[in-house]
């Protein structure tokens, strides 16, 4: 179901390397291993022969369908043992002998029985509890999980447990998302293959007939006959569409040419040196056991662990002793170990213990287990153990980190002979010598755990290009031992600091009177957060150094958590002419250099020709005041508005900025925005007045030319005042009656208010809107409606009236229009 890729060659190479740290580790950290007595791991070495591959017979149904060959603790022991080299992943995810999940209960269908769900299940028990609730073998299972995404041996991540079986991910696309996760893979896997058993006809390769089963997904690669001999065998073709050619079996577990497939091949080879046989019977007789414990001690090795054969669980199984591939020695299982007998349900003679000498340094421990009845010898397990004497120096690689073209290596070592003198370590990358390193560091932690002197530890730090690497420390000795001991190795991604570059962009350039203006973005991926520093260079030289902190909303959404503030506008003089304008961003952390985000070339003018220029409009003068209105333009800044500063009568009275809407300027200059209006107004003493407006140059212009000067009268506010004639006013019976006429000279043709007064006190109002065509004759322009005439209630004793004309316009007061005496 995946794509035809070999998994082992990758996966093995970096469980060889973590299984050296690991072991290392615990040796020199002295923690305890607890043993197993779980089912031992079935494991063989490398014995399958590519040449026996049956394409029509990949595995026999009777042992692909029997779902209870392994329970959970067989499963868990397999599982530990095989994944022993596996660490957690850098996302967290666990291994597979570490890995637990919550499951839900599947209700028995025609394909499965019953599988009743649990909190916190294991991987073993989940794989046990599917191949018995569907009926295919276990151990056909893990080998699945193997080929697929290599979780037996590997580490885990939570994209290869959430495609496990590789189930509903085709080689051409993306995987059904309603399959994810490992519970969900195991089950539907295994039970898609009773799906497979119960329905036959509906699928492409069938049992008893002639099959043309491609070798590759690409078509051009053909296609081979094959006759399938069992339902098993074409379930996995159903699963796994190809074969593998003749360059893919001659490669065994590596890479064969461009038209090969490996899934089937891969499934075959795992399973036969993992199980051995595919065929009846012969998974059945394979012993069982486990490698406890591999520790070293001055030159030997100790090697413990037990081992049964269900063929006659009376006989003690021989077990034999290999070291670094080369056998050794070979021994009994006959020790006392109740607690096998108990968990097992056989006799308690089942264990071994020996010793086996070996030299000083790194080497690999391999146990095989010697088949009574059967004809594979499973492996019972690998360790790889740094052999150490108590004069050998001892410590341990605690990082290897990297940076953008920097790797650094730090630990801890010291001389067991030269307690409190400095250790040199050496340190290999990808296996070629690269530095001495003098121990020097403080570590009180190291010397209070081992009474050591206080500066065991070392730090280094080199150069290195980017991509994988392996990083290797070894102590090196200076008494009586007589090793220079391995302390660990790490493989270590350094990351190209091509990728830690500034960038950005020069969104324009532009050349606008004698000013070159430019606007854009950078960003430092270092400091994402903080406004990266540009230079502005102007025909090969700087002229300006910018902090891009502008406000960019559209880089914030481009590059999530760098915020906006990455913007930047800059002006400047420059000479009349072409030029070219370049924009760099410097680098300030682990980029290699300082790129440009653009050049253009621009234009602009002379010194003179970028001097503002505008309009003095209009100047008004009214009475106590006076307005002015008019539009100005910078070149250098044509979108921008000017200020433009306002004398009156020689003397600086107001600066002003040029802001107003004013579209008929934006349609009669070309390139330019509509907003340069201005307008202003102030207070003045009456009288004649001269007013200037100047604009006030922003960028290359030499002067600010003047806008125009006006002289303007400014009217006197006494003299607007307005005007009438209270004609009568007489008291008859308690009843006052008046008339008149008032107007106000600054709205002449508007009707005045007059309010009535009586020996001091409001009486009341009235409109001077009446027809009066004498006042019109006297006073052209005015119109005739300003007569009042009205009748109010008036005291007995009433002895004098007054009428007052309210001021509409610029006047200084409320005059009287007339006082008379009245006889009440």
């Given at each position: 179901?995946?794509?035809?890729e070999?998994?082992?060659?990758?996966?093995?190479?970096?469980?060889?390397?973590v299984?050296?740290?690991?072991?290392?580790?615990?040796?020199?950290?002295g923690?305890?291993?607890?043993?197993?007595v779980?089912?031992?791991?079935t494991?063989?070495?490398?014995?399958?022969?590519?040449?026996?591959?049956d394409?029509?017979?990949?595995i026999s149904?009777?042992v692909?369908?029997?779902?209870?060959?392994?329970?959970a603790?067989?499963?868990?022991?397999?599982?530990?043992?095989?994944?022993?080299?596996?660490?957690?992943?850098?996302?967290?995810s666990?291994?597979?002998?570490?890995?637990?999940?919550?499951t839900?209960t599947?209700?028995?269908?025609?394909?499965?029985?019953t599988?009743a769900g649990?909190?916190?299940e294991?991987a073993?028990?989940?794989i046990?509890?599917?191949?018995?609730?569907?009926?295919?073998n276990?151990r056909a299972?893990?080998?699945?999980?193997?080929k697929?995404?290599?979780?037996v041996?590997g580490?885990?991540?939570?994209?290869?447990?959430?495609?496990?079986?590789?189930?509903?991910?085709?080689d051409t696309?993306?995987c059904?998302?309603?399959?994810y996760?490992?519970?969900?893979q195991?089950?539907?896997?295994?039970?898609?293959?009773?799906?497979y058993?119960?329905?036959?006809?509906?699928?492409?390769?069938?049992?008893g007939?002639?099959?043309?089963?491609?070798?590759s997904?690409?078509?051009?690669?053909?296609a081979?006959?094959?006759?399938?001999?069992?339902?098993?065998?074409?379930?996995?073709?159903?699963?796994?569409?190809y074969?593998?050619?003749a360059?893919?079996?001659?490669?065994?577990?590596?890479?064969?040419?461009?038209?090969?497939?490996?899934?089937?091949r891969?499934?075959?080879?795992?399973?036969?040196?993992?199980?051995g046989?595919t065929?009846?019977g012969?998974a059945?007789?394979?012993?069982?056991?486990?490698?406890?414990t591999?520790?070293?001690?001055?030159?030997?090795?100790?090697?413990?662990?037990?081992?049964?054969?269900r063929?006659?669980t009376s006989?003690?199984?021989?077990?034999h002793?290999y070291v670094?591939?080369?056998?050794?020695?070979?021994?009994?299982?006959?020790g006392?170990r109740?607690d096998?007998?108990?968990?097992?349900?056989v006799?308690a003679?089942?264990?071994f213990?020996?010793?086996?000498?070996?030299?000083l340094g790194s080497?690999?421990?391999c146990?095989?287990a010697?088949?009574i009845?059967?004809v594979s010898?499973?492996?019972?397990?690998?360790?790889?153990v740094v052999?150490?004497?108590?004069?050998?120096?001892?410590?341990?690689?605690?990082?290897?980190?990297?940076?953008?073209?920097?790797?650094?290596?730090?630990g801890?070592?010291?001389?067991?002979?030269?307690?409190?003198?400095?250790?040199?370590?050496?340190?290999?990358?990808?296996?070629?010598?690269?530095r001495?390193?003098?121990?020097?560091?403080?570590r009180?932690d190291?010397?209070?755990a081992?009474g050591?002197?206080?500066?065991?530890?070392f730090?280094?730090?080199?150069?290195?290009?980017?991509?994988d690497?392996?990083?290797?420390?070894?102590?090196l000795n200076?008494?009586r031992?007589?090793?220079?001991?391995?302390?660990?190795?790490r493989?270590?991604?350094?990351?190209?600091?091509?990728?830690?570059?500034?960038?950005?962009?020069?969104?324009?350039?532009?050349?606008?009177g004698?000013?070159?203006?430019?606007?854009g973005?950078?960003l430092?991926?270092?400091?994402?957060?903080?406004?990266a520093?540009?230079?502005?260079?102007?025909?090969?030289?700087q002229?300006?150094?910018?902090?891009?902190?502008?406000?960019?909303?559209d880089v914030?959404?481009?590059?999530?958590?760098?915020?906006?503030?990455?913007?930047?506008?800059?002006s400047?003089?420059?000479?009349?002419?072409?030029?070219?304008?370049?924009v760099y961003?410097?680098?300030s952390?682990?980029?290699?250099?300082?790129?440009?985000l653009?050049?253009?070339?621009v234009?602009?003018?002379?010194?003179?020709?970028a001097?503002?220029?505008?309009?003095l409009?209009?100047v008004v003068?009214?009475?106590?005041?006076?307005?002015?209105?008019?539009?100005?333009?910078?070149?250098?800044?044509?979108?921008?508005?000017?200020?433009?500063?306002v004398?009156?009568?020689g003397?600086?009275?107001?600066?002003?900025?040029a802001?107003?809407?004013?579209?008929?300027?934006?349609?009669?200059v070309?390139?330019?925005?509509?907003?340069h209006?201005?307008?202003?107004?102030?207070?003045?003493?009456?009288?004649?007045?001269?007013?200037?407006?100047y604009?006030?140059?922003?960028?290359a212009?030499?002067?600010?030319?003047t806008l125009?000067c006006?002289?303007?009268?400014?009217v006197?506010p006494?003299t607007?005042?307005?005007?009438?004639?209270?004609?009568?006013?007489?008291v008859?019976g308690?009843a006052?009656?008046?008339?008149?006429w008032?107007?106000?000279?600054d709205?002449?043709?508007?009707p005045?208010?007059v309010?009535?007064?009586?020996?001091?006190?409001?009486?009341?109002?009235?409109?001077?809107?009446?027809?009066?065509?004498?006042?019109?004759?006297?006073r052209p322009?005015?119109?005739p409606?300003?007569?009042?005439?009205?009748?109010?209630?008036?005291?007995?004793n009433?002895?004098?009236?007054?009428?007052?004309a309210?001021?509409?316009?610029?006047?200084?007061?409320n005059?009287?229009?007339?006082?008379?005496?009245?006889?009440?």
């Open positions: 179901m995946r794509s035809p070999p998994l082992v060659s990758r996966v093995r190479s970096v469980a060889v390397v299984a050296v740290l690991a072991a290392f580790v615990a040796l020199t950290s923690a305890p291993t607890t043993p197993s779980g089912p031992g791991p494991v063989l070495e490398t014995v399958a022969d590519p040449s026996q591959f394409p029509g017979n990949i149904d009777a692909f369908f029997d779902g209870d060959a392994m329970d603790a067989s499963v868990q022991s397999f599982l530990t043992a095989k994944g022993a080299s596996c660490r957690t992943a850098s996302d967290g666990p291994c597979l002998k570490d890995f637990r999940q919550d839900t599947r209700p028995a269908d025609a394909r499965c029985a599988y649990a909190a916190g294991s073993a028990a989940i046990a509890k599917v191949g018995l609730a569907c009926g295919i276990p299972l893990l080998v699945m999980l193997q697929e995404q290599g979780l041996t580490t885990g991540s939570a994209s290869r447990y959430r495609g496990a079986m590789g189930f509903g991910c085709p696309a993306a059904d998302s309603q399959y996760g490992f519970f969900n195991v089950y539907n896997a295994a039970r898609q293959f009773q799906v058993a119960a329905n036959p006809s509906r699928y492409t390769h069938r049992v007939i002639v099959n043309q089963v491609r070798f997904p690409t078509a051009s690669c053909g081979g006959p094959v006759v399938l001999q069992n339902q098993a065998t074409a379930g996995l073709y159903n699963y796994t569409p074969q593998p050619n360059a893919a079996l001659a490669a065994g577990y590596g890479s064969g040419n461009s038209c090969s497939a490996y899934g089937n891969n499934f075959w080879l795992y399973f036969t040196d993992w199980f046989s065929q009846v012969a059945d007789v394979v012993p069982e056991g486990n490698l406890d591999v520790s070293s001690a001055d030159g030997s090795y100790a090697v413990r662990g037990w081992v049964f054969d063929t006659d006989q003690p199984v021989t077990v002793v670094d591939g080369s056998y050794r020695t070979a021994v009994v299982a006959d006392n109740p096998v007998g108990a968990a097992h349900g006799d003679r089942h264990g213990e020996l010793s086996v000498n070996a030299s080497h690999e421990v146990v095989y010697i088949n009845g059967g010898n499973p492996q019972l397990g690998c360790r790889t052999n150490v004497d108590s004069h050998a120096p001892v410590g341990q690689v605690d990082e290897v980190s990297a940076v953008p073209g920097q790797v650094t290596v730090r801890w070592a010291f001389d067991p002979d030269a307690l409190v003198a400095p250790t040199t370590v050496h340190v290999y990358v990808d296996g070629v010598f690269a001495s390193v003098a121990t020097g560091v403080g009180p190291v010397a209070a081992y050591a002197g206080p500066g065991t530890g730090s280094w730090t080199t150069s290195s290009r980017a991509g690497h392996a990083v290797c420390v070894y102590a200076v008494g031992g007589s090793a220079s001991p391995l302390l660990g190795c493989q270590v991604t350094v990351p190209d600091p091509r990728d830690f570059d500034p960038v950005g962009s020069l969104d324009t350039a532009t050349g606008a004698g000013t070159v203006r430019v606007t973005w950078a430092d991926p270092d400091s994402p957060t903080a406004p520093t540009v230079h502005v260079y102007v025909d090969g030289t002229v300006a150094s910018v902090s891009a902190r502008l406000t960019r909303p914030a959404a481009a590059r999530p958590g760098a915020g906006a503030a990455h913007g930047f506008d800059w400047g003089i420059v000479g009349a002419g072409d030029h070219t304008v370049c961003a410097l680098n952390g682990y980029g290699t250099t300082n790129p440009t653009g050049c253009r070339s234009r602009t003018t002379t010194a003179a020709q001097n503002p220029f505008g309009a409009d209009t003068g009214m009475t106590g005041s006076l307005g002015l209105s008019g539009w100005v333009v910078d070149p250098d800044a044509p979108d921008a508005p000017t200020s433009v500063h004398y009156v009568d003397a600086f009275a107001a600066s002003v900025v802001d107003g809407d004013r579209p008929d300027v934006a349609q009669a070309s390139g330019i925005g509509p907003r209006g201005y307008t202003w107004s102030t207070q003045l003493a009456p009288g004649r007045h001269t007013v200037c407006v604009a006030i140059n922003t960028g212009g030499t002067t600010n030319p125009g006006r002289s303007v009268v400014v006197d006494a607007r005042n307005p005007e009438g004639v209270l004609d009568s006013a007489q008859t308690g006052l009656t008046v008339s008149g008032a107007l106000d000279p709205l002449p043709t508007t005045v208010t309010h009535v007064y009586v020996d001091g006190q409001y009486t009341g109002a009235l409109v001077a809107g009446g027809s009066r065509p004498d006042i019109a004759g006297a322009g005015a119109g409606l300003h007569g009042f005439s009205g009748v109010f209630t008036a005291p007995a009433a002895r004098q009236v007054c009428v007052f309210l001021n509409l316009g610029a006047g200084t007061t005059p009287p229009v007339g006082c008379t005496a009245v006889r009440g």
